[in-house]
């Protein structure tokens, strides 16, 4: 095994099974073991792009303890000054939509870049050839174009979960509208159907840039990936396309919150000196494959020698919503999402009603930012697949382009009609659910699959049944992953054994909320 591939194998052990929780704390002391929170501790608010530099910062003389939420969950919490008091940095692939929302910067204090890396287009090396991209310079109008007329598939992450998402959306919009300055609103809807024209290619979504390179990395089924430069060097047999008229690029500056006392500060000051000297920055660059801070240190052969010229970035907060708006509602590939809800005996009380609750936050009951974009969007087909003992009736709900509000209250006003009886056939309601999903395999929809159970299967056919079932699907319909949720006694380990089957992931709502398990699914969806 080559030294590159042993370090995604690592990066990807890290991301196989996803947390929902709203922030997840894990430490980097000396030991390696759980960092307690104290005085001598400096505590982060970060994203999960920064999750790779756990281990080296044990090594940093600075206790650091770090608790990990999404971008857009980040940045609201540290604007409505939720964060203040309770963490003293925070630390993103970028605070570029956070300082657009109003009274974020009184929040912030010193910024400190640590590294950086550019969001590019990473594609077989034989499609690059037969692109006629090989050693050339080639511009997004080029790539869109290419895109446009089928010549190649991708996958990208959510731009309203990950960063590397909303940079390649950005950067794709300014490119083909030929922004010279930031994006405007009108600007945004005269190159919309120019981005669907692009992301008519998009075969793969992701709420994260390292689950969407454990996917490709897994069984491919696209030509390449929009992504980290520093995510698609670490994945075997691409080749990168730096666009000729400009990137986005993640700067990762980690940041003092301006509520940190005196102490902190001092920490603070600590762990930033020693993450920009060279050997560290040396070290950033060989493990993560991200471009050094610091001039006295030389970027790598691996980074080649093309200019990287920054596209302009959205100076205001509601240009920027309104192009993830966009995206989401017009431009991407419309989506397909079977829900597979558990109705058992065990599901009744306190269950059931989370459930209900969780269905309802995706009608647009949450009003904040991430809550508005995880809804259940325009143009999305919806089917709802209840079972207790057997399997009930599916729900069918597509939600039209424009005025989606009377569907989304069909969908609120079917959650709350839930009721609980009888055992529990978990396989059979998700065989049904592939059985649906393969009736309209043809219509070009992204399609998806949750399943939330509390308990174990007692009724129907077994995992081996279905097991057998999934793997005799012809290979297109086996590409629909199931997304599993932990919630009350669920079996932990038939669970994860669905979602590696399926291509899929675990989100733990065991410990915390239904609903925002439920809300971080969606930026797989």
């Not at 080296?56 to 600075?62: A, T």
């Not at 690059?128 to 080639?138: A, D, F, T």
């Not at 980690?254 to 993450?275: I, M, N, P, Q, V």
């Not at 302009?312 to 966009?326: E, K, Q, V």
Request: glycine share 10%; charged share 20%.
């Amino acid at each position: 095994m080559s030294r590159r591939t042993a370090r995604l194998a690592a990066a990807l052990a890290l991301v196989g099974v996803t947390t929902a929780l709203a922030a997840c704390s894990t430490g980097a002391g000396g030991s390696g073991d759980p960092v307690e929170d104290g005085p001598d501790v400096l505590r982060v608010l970060a994203g999960s792009e920064v999750k790779d530099l756990e281990p080296m910062l044990r090594q940093s003389g600075v206790k650091v303890r770090i608790s990990y939420t999404g971008t857009l969950d980040g940045a609201e919490q540290v604007a409505r000054g939720d964060a203040d008091g309770s963490y003293d940095a925070i630390w993103f692939s970028s605070n570029r939509y956070l300082s657009l929302i109003d009274g974020a910067k009184g929040r912030l204090s010193t910024e400190t870049k640590i590294m950086s890396s550019p969001v590019l287009l990473g594609l077989r090396t034989a499609k690059v050839k037969e692109l006629g991209w090989e050693g050339k310079p080639v511009s997004w109008e080029q790539i869109a174009n290419a895109a446009r007329q089928g010549r190649f598939t991708f996958g990208m992450s959510n731009p309203a979960s990950s960063n590397s998402g909303f940079s390649a959306l950005v950067g794709v919009a300014a490119a083909l509208s030929d922004a010279g300055e930031a994006l405007s609103p009108e600007q945004v809807t005269a190159v919309t159907p120019r981005l669907k024209e692009f992301f008519s290619a998009q075969r793969l979504t992701s709420g994260s840039s390292g689950w969407l390179a454990e996917a490709y990395a897994r069984d491919g089924g696209v030509d390449g990936l929009v992504n980290y430069e520093s995510v698609l060097l670490g994945v075997k047999g691409l080749s990168l396309v730096y666009p000729s008229d400009g990137v986005v690029t993640a700067d990762y500056p980690l940041t003092l919150l301006a509520s940190a006392t005196t102490d902190k500060r001092e920490l603070y000051g600590r762990l930033t000196a020693w993450l920009r000297t060279p050997d560290t920055q040396r070290r950033i660059m060989t493990t993560t494959h991200r471009r050094p801070a610091v001039p006295e240190v030389r970027p790598g052969p691996e980074f080649g020698t093309a200019p990287l010229l920054e596209l302009p970035f959205p100076n205001r907060r509601s240009t920027a919503d309104g192009l993830i708006t966009a995206y989401l509602d017009e431009a991407r590939v419309p989506s397909r999402a079977l829900f597979v809800l558990d109705t058992s005996g065990s599901m009744q009380g306190d269950r059931i009603e989370n459930l209900r609750r969780a269905l309802v936050t995706l009608t647009g009951a949450d009003t904040s930012a991430s809550g508005t974009f995880s809804r259940f969007r325009d143009r999305e087909n919806v089917i709802m697949i209840p079972f207790s003992g057997s399997v009930g009736q599916p729900r069918s709900f597509t939600l039209p382009e424009g005025n989606p509000r009377p569907v989304l209250d069909e969908i609120r006003a079917y959650a709350q009609g839930l009721r609980t009886e009888g055992g529990t056939a978990i396989f059979e309601g998700l065989r049904t659910a592939y059985q649906q999903a393969a009736a309209t395999a043809n219509d070009g929809r992204y399609t998806s699959v949750v399943l939330m159970t509390d308990g174990e299967n007692t009724d129907g056919i077994s995992y081996d049944d279905f097991a057998a079932f999934y793997r005799a699907l012809p290979e297109g319909q086996r590409r629909t992953r199931t997304f599993v949720v932990l919630f009350g006694d669920s079996d932990v380990e038939e669970m994860r054994q669905i979602a590696t089957l399926t291509g899929g992931a675990v989100f733990d709502a065991r410990g915390g909320s239904l609903a925002a398990a439920f809300k971080e699914i969606r930026g797989y969806q």
